[in-house]
């Protein structure tokens, strides 16, 4: 066998080694890459604000929906309000909705439905803050979807609130025929118009 085809093989043989070797890092690096970055623009307040009618900590982060390809990561200044999608707390720094700590509020990502979801830490309410609201809202999570009447008011107003969606997986109004359900949600949603403002 002459010398170019021994060439020729090496070549090929290195080509499919390389090819199984590039194949097989593309594998074992997508594993470890379960979740890509959120790139979309946010703000972390640098002192207390007034958004969407909350008393905003300073420290809190605003995430928005992007407008513009040059939207990404932080931004040095606020955006426009009606383009927010989450507020979220600093840990030790939240805000109270309906007599409970907060740790963030989401808007809904179903454009159909006009509201927003709230997260509680129970472990931050003292024994003796604790309502039938607030005992009733920790017996099935510690997130409460709520649809409103106006988009722009994410504050506990009562004359804003149109009602509870769901209160976790657990109970949904989606399914209108399960009568534990509802008669949960409705029970909830008059505990929680019983909060004093």
């Given at each position: 066998?002459?010398?170019?085809?021994?060439?020729?093989?090496?070549?090929?043989?290195?080509?499919?080694?390389?090819?199984?070797?590039?194949?097989?890092?593309?594998?074992?690096?997508?594993?470890?890459?379960?979740?890509?970055?959120?790139?979309?623009?946010?703000?972390?307040?640098?002192?207390?604000?007034?958004?969407?009618?909350?008393?905003?900590?300073?420290?809190?982060?605003?995430?928005?929906?992007?407008?513009?390809?040059?939207?990404?990561?932080?931004?040095?200044?606020?955006?426009?309000?009606?383009?927010?999608?989450?507020?979220?707390?600093?840990?030790?720094?939240?805000?109270?909705?309906?007599?409970?700590?907060?740790?963030?509020?989401?808007?809904?990502?179903?454009?159909?439905?006009?509201?927003?979801?709230?997260?509680?830490?129970?472990?931050?309410?003292?024994?003796?803050?604790?309502?039938p609201f607030s005992k009733q809202w920790q017996s099935c999570s510690n997130s409460l979807s709520?649809?409103?009447?106006?988009?722009?008011?994410?504050?506990?107003?009562?004359?804003?609130?149109?009602?509870?969606?769901?209160?976790?997986?657990?109970?949904?109004?989606?399914?209108?025929?399960?009568?534990?359900?509802?008669?949960?949600?409705?029970?909830?949603?008059?505990?929680?118009?019983?909060?004093?403002?």
């Amino acid at each position: 066998m002459n010398t170019k085809k021994i060439l020729i093989i090496l070549g090929v043989l290195i080509l499919i080694v390389g090819g199984y070797f590039y194949a097989y890092l593309k594998a074992s690096a997508s594993m470890y890459s379960t979740h890509t970055v959120d790139k979309s623009p946010f703000y972390i307040t640098k002192a207390p604000i007034i958004i969407k009618h909350l008393n905003i900590p300073k420290g809190t982060t605003i995430r928005y929906k992007q407008r513009y390809f040059w939207q990404k990561m932080e931004q040095d200044k606020l955006l426009k309000e009606a383009d927010i999608t989450e507020l979220s707390f600093e840990k030790g720094n939240y805000i109270n909705w309906g007599g409970v700590p907060i740790t963030s509020i989401y808007k809904f990502f179903n454009t159909d439905m006009t509201g927003y979801t709230v997260n509680a830490d129970f472990s931050a309410l003292a024994a003796d803050q604790e309502t039938p609201f607030s005992k009733q809202w920790q017996s099935c999570s510690n997130s409460l979807s709520i649809t409103v009447k106006d988009a722009n008011d994410w504050s506990c107003n009562k004359n804003n609130l149109a009602d509870i969606e769901s209160c976790s997986v657990s109970y949904q109004r989606y399914f209108s025929e399960d009568a534990n359900q509802q008669m949960f949600l409705d029970q909830l949603y008059i505990e929680l118009m019983k909060i004093a403002d």
